[in-house]
């Protein structure tokens, strides 16, 4: 990704933000609220137009394209706030997943594997997902953006709002997931957490990259805990 | 009230609410996706119901026989009405919604022109099944009756479509989570197009029904699209069980004003149905109460 700038109307939410991601990798980009962070997802699930800059994805240009053609191509993204379908069951919303070309075909065996993974929720399976806990919730979300097999996840706030001991089995779904071949970009504001699951790490803040590199360093470092992320101890 | 007579109303009134509900349903599958109000969508069901006046009178071909082009009919019309027009709408969602209703009034008052001068402001209607059953004390008229039957197969039909398929999957994600439909790479655009179409389908559908019930002229489509609001505001917005519990009761409730009033009176009943509703239990009788 190139110099890339989203603007929300007037406001300039990423002003130029350039960011490499190889494949395999686990990237987390950490940032006090309001820096950019879910913006740059949305911007390459194609969700947000970007004003200028430039972003390719397998050696293709892949900005401009309709979050449809992007899920097809590989790139699938688990919202913040999960963003469910609250009236249908678990199982529809992860069919929903599976709406499109990639990974229609095989969108039983996803499904099975999700379940052998998380049996909750195949017990479940048949329960509206607004009647779940948050944590069920997330797993469903993330389950929905597995249907289309993607080549590259994006997690926006996968702990958000959730207990220590959830979060710990979602982090170890992810990081299973990046085992079994996804590339994986996750925002979080547990920065402790996905900086120890991430490989390497971008520092965001207002909408622009501060700082870039190992995602130990960025943990150990005490300066940049306290001028971006909000100087709270990990 | 004599109990024969009362039941005999209650049938009547249940038979008609077929008819009403699959109005609401056409009504309800729009505003879900869109969160437009169609004002138009009264004036659909009429345009169908001449359609079929006329065509039976030149052709001899029956209502029933004319289903399956009345919802593809509809359904095109209500493709290219989202096309052309509703989609051109601002993208801002707060503006959106005053002048979709606006522009559905617009639509609405352009098709009652469009059925005037094709039509003419005569009343019709399809003189098709005129006898009844007689079942005891009761007495089922049969042109009721198979719209009323056919009313719920098409209903049905439409309940198989959004609950078992990958297409009825993709419209109640548009319906229930825009950004999260967005993110599986349902194409939001193409959901709002086959809404606009499966509802307007359904709507040309149940006018094909009216036929066969009432007598309508061009200016009868405000009265439907209000009915087919009450059995939503009964019912609450966006749920399918609600709106046929509506329809049977706003059904049984004309019947009994009709009789008990006037047919003037059983025409006023939707209208204070749908003010009081509005003003007591804005989340319909079955729907959440709001927070
Ligand atoms: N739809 C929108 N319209 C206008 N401004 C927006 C919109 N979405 C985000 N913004 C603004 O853009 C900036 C960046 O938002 P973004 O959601 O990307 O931040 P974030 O880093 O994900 O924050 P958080 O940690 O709170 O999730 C914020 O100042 C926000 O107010
Ligand atoms: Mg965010």
């Known amino acids: 990704m190139r110099d890339l700038r989203v603007s929300y109307g007037e406001f300039a939410a990423l002003q130029g933000v350039s960011l490499d991601v190889e494949s395999g990798e686990i990237v987390a980009i950490v940032g006090a609220n309001g820096a950019g962070k879910s913006t740059l997802l949305k911007a390459i699930a194609g969700l947000v137009p970007a004003r200028a800059g430039t972003i390719a994805f397998d050696g293709r240009r892949c900005d401009g394209c309709s979050p449809r053609t992007l899920v097809e191509r590989g790139i699938a993204m688990t919202l913040e706030g999960r963003q469910l379908f609250p009236e249908m069951t678990i199982e529809d919303n992860l069919l929903a997943g599976a709406e499109i070309r990639r990974g229609r075909g095989r969108a039983k065996a996803n499904l099975a594997a999700i379940y052998d993974r998380l049996s909750v929720l195949r017990e479940r399976r048949h329960q509206l997902a607004g009647t779940l806990s948050g944590g069920e919730q997330q797993m469903v979300a993330i389950g929905r953006s597995l249907m289309s097999e993607p080549a590259l996840l994006l997690l926006d706030e996968p702990s958000l709002g959730l207990a220590p001991r959830i979060v710990g089995r ?13 590339t994986v970009v996750i925002v979080e504001q547990n920065i402790a957490a996905s900086l120890a699951l991430a490989s390497r790490a971008y520092v965001l803040a207002e909408g622009r990259v501060v700082m870039a590199g190992i995602a130990a360093d960025i943990a150990r470092d005490e300066g940049v805990r306290v001028a971006y992320l909000g100087g709270a101890a990990p | 009230m004599h109990p024969e007579l009362a039941a005999q109303l209650t049938v009547d009134g249940l038979l008609l609410g077929g008819v009403f509900a699959l109005a609401a349903l056409g009504l309800n599958v729009i505003f879900g996706v869109t969160r437009i109000v169609n004002l138009a969508h009264g004036e659909i069901i009429v345009l169908a119901a001449l359609c079929a006046a006329v065509v039976f009178q030149r052709f001899g071909i029956t209502p029933i026989e004319l289903l399956p082009a009345e919802f593809i009919a509809g359904a095109l019309l209500g493709a290219i009405l989202e096309r052309l027009v509703f989609r051109r709408l601002p993208p801002d969602p707060a503006g959106a919604e005053t002048t979709s209703l606006l522009l559905a009034f617009g639509v ?83 959901m709002r197009t086959i809404s606009f179409a499966l509802g307007s389908g359904v709507a040309a559908a149940a006018g094909g029904l009216v036929s066969m019930i009432y007598a309508v002229n061009p200016d009868s489509g405000s009265q439907l699209t209000l009915l087919a609001f009450s059995v939503v505001a009964l019912g609450g917005l966006g749920s399918y069980a609600g709106t046929l519990i509506g329809a049977a009761i706003l059904g049984v409730a004309v ?37």
């Open chain 1, 170 to 182: 979602i982090f170890e779904w992810v990081r299973d997931i990046n085992r079994a071949g996804t």
């Open chain 2, 108 to 190: 609405a008052y352009f098709i009652v022109g469009f059925s005037l001068a094709v039509f003419t402001g005569d009343f019709r209607s399809v003189a098709y099944l005129t006898s009844s059953w007689q079942l005891g004390p009761i007495s089922v008229g049969q042109s009721r009756f198979v719209a009323f039957v056919a009313a719920l197969a098409i209903a049905g039909a439409l309940a198989v479509l959004l609950r078992s398929t990958a297409l009825g999957r993709g419209l109640r994600a548009a319906s229930q989570n825009v950004e999260g439909a967005r993110a599986c790479g349902i194409d939001i655009g193409r």
């Open chain 2, 255 to 291: 019947s009994f004003g009709g009789f008990l009033g006037s047919a003037q009176i059983g025409q006023l009943i939707p209208y204070v149905i749908f003010i009081a509703v509005l003003l007591f239990r804005p989340s319909g009788i079955l729907g959440k109460s709001a927070t």
